[in-house]
């Protein structure tokens, strides 16, 4: 499959859980992102990686841990979380990475939510 | 903080009337904007950037450095242009708006 895969789709877990979310791209981009997408709220940008080295984290709590092993693959490791952060949590990838002029190719989305 | 506003969470027209969906901008330096767009049980995607100065799907924005202000406009719209859109921008991070969404009524 060609573009960004997420997986799971869909999750429920509870506080006291660990989960991983999963995306892969098949673009040959260097940057890969996780953004958060809640109700009412704008995209809130997470983490952002840059050949294989995160360059932003934009203050996002520890039980949120970013994990890219490549650059054609990045995790979202959970643990101990509340009931705010359910969303939908995007991955993006981009060709280089760190501009702001760059074209953003998104997944479709984990839709979490925390029971 | 560089911020993108979009000040309108709803939108509805009637097919065919024109359509223009707001976006400011608070930031210094030079701006990088974008419109992305996101069709009912579709990806979020790249609708159209300020640099290309291009026409997506019959729209158009223009930056207005003036204003600070990245309007999208379409004179004319169509019942497939119903979708959620966004405003984003940034100098050195790229920041979204909160979202319009877009219904057209036949």
């Known amino acids: 499959e060609t573009g960004v895969t997420q997986t799971p789709r869909h999750l429920v877990m509870g506080m006291t859980n660990k989960k991983s979310l999963k995306c892969e791209q098949h673009l040959g981009h260097n940057a890969m992102y996780w953004y958060k997408q809640s109700a009412k709220k704008p995209l809130e940008l997470m983490f952002v990686y840059n050949f294989k080295e995160q360059t932003e984290n934009n203050s996002v709590p520890s039980r949120f841990s970013p994990e890219c092993p490549n650059s054609s693959h990045l995790f979202l490791h959970l643990h101990t979380l509340q009931p705010e952060d359910s969303a939908l949590y995007l991955c993006a990838s981009s060709q280089v990475g760190g501009g702001t002029n760059e074209k953003l190719f998104f997944g479709s989305g984990t839709q979490l939510s925390v029971l | 903080a560089q911020r993108v506003t979009q000040p309108e969470k709803l939108l509805s027209v009637f097919k065919g009337a024109p359509v223009e969906l707001k976006c400011n901008y608070s930031y210094s330096g030079s701006p990088e904007l974008f419109w992305y767009v996101q069709y009912s049980r579709q990806r979020l995607q790249l609708l159209l950037r300020?640099?290309s100065r291009e026409s997506i799907k019959g729209f158009t924005a223009d930056l207005n450095k003036g204003e600070t202000s990245f309007h999208l406009k379409k004179p004319f719209a169509q019942e497939e242009d119903s979708a959620m859109y966004y405003c984003?921008?940034?100098?050195?991070?790229?920041?979204f708006g909160a979202g319009t969404t877009v219904t057209v009524r036949a």
């Open positions: 300020h640099i």
């Open positions: 984003a921008g940034g100098d050195y991070k790229l920041s």
